[in-house]
């Protein structure tokens, strides 16, 4: 019954390979996240996509590249990977609780993580 | 940048006493948030706080607001070792397309 789910839990490669990391959530969520936490355990957004629209994109480099391609799935594609791209990174997703009657939450769920490390 | 941040970086405490962790932020905010982080796991939410709100509680968990001081503090009673973890705090604007800005963390350890 697991909502966010990311594959694979660690990933361990060469400096300039291409890789993907993969994320599913089953909440039903229309909007989904990536967040990157360095060796400090500080975490910052990387990106959002609400209904496979990109949202929110952080000044991240362009060698990562989401692609939503359902709004249950927003998969991380890294290319050229460098040392400091070694991290942990999550994927997250929240739903719009309503309007009419309910509260607007931001609350974000969030799997259990991706560690990169990159050699 | 970065929005929160937190003190103590680290707290270390007995079974059954009390944690109090502070956040401080710098922009206006619809809500604050806590989420807790176990080891090499990824973020559970905890609870929420609006700025309207005070105070709000959860079980063990109390957290104040104060948004003339942009600050937080999540208070842990009678803590037990389970609650040893990292507690993040995370601001919101309220909408859900919208990111959170997080905190630093406060990394707690709970003696037995």
């Known amino acids: 019954d697991t909502a966010v789910s990311q594959t694979p839990k660690y990933l361990v490669t060469q400096m300039g390979n291409d890789k993907s990391i993969k994320c599913e959530q089953n909440?039903?969520?229309?909007?989904m996240y990536w967040y990157k936490q360095d060796s400090k355990k500080f975490l910052k957004i990387m990106f959002s996509?609400?209904?496979?629209?990109?949202?929110i994109n952080e000044t991240v480099p362009n060698r990562f590249s989401p692609k939503s391609p359902d709004k249950a799935h927003l998969n991380l594609h890294i290319n050229s990977l460098e040392l400091g791209d070694s991290a942990v990174y999550f994927c997250?997703?929240?739903?719009?609780?309503?309007?009419?009657?309910?509260?607007?939450?931001?609350?974000?769920?969030f799997g259990p993580g991706t560690r990169l490390t990159v050699l | 940048s970065q929005q929160g941040e937190e003190d103590p970086q680290a707290l270390s405490i007995q079974e059954g006493e009390n944690a109090t962790m502070n956040c401080s932020y710098k922009?206006?905010?619809?809500?604050l948030q806590w989420y807790r982080q176990n080891s090499g796991r990824g973020l559970v939410h905890l609870i929420l706080?609006?700025?309207?709100?005070r105070e709000k509680h959860s079980g063990r968990l109390r957290v104040t607001l104060d948004t003339s001081k942009k600050s937080s503090s999540l208070l842990i009673t009678a803590s037990r070792a389970a609650d040893t973890a990292s507690y993040f705090c995370?601001?919101?604007?309220?909408?859900?397309?919208?990111?959170?800005?997080f905190g630093t963390g406060t990394r707690l350890q709970v003696f037995p």
């Open positions: 997250a997703s929240s739903q719009e609780l309503g309007i009419s009657g309910g509260e607007i939450s931001d609350t974000q769920y």
């Open positions: 909440l039903g969520h229309d909007t």
């Open positions: 996509y609400n209904n496979k629209e990109l949202i």
């Open positions: 922009t206006s905010i619809n809500n």
């Open positions: 706080i609006r700025s309207n709100e």
């Open positions: 995370a601001t919101g604007r309220g909408y859900n397309t919208d990111k959170l800005i």
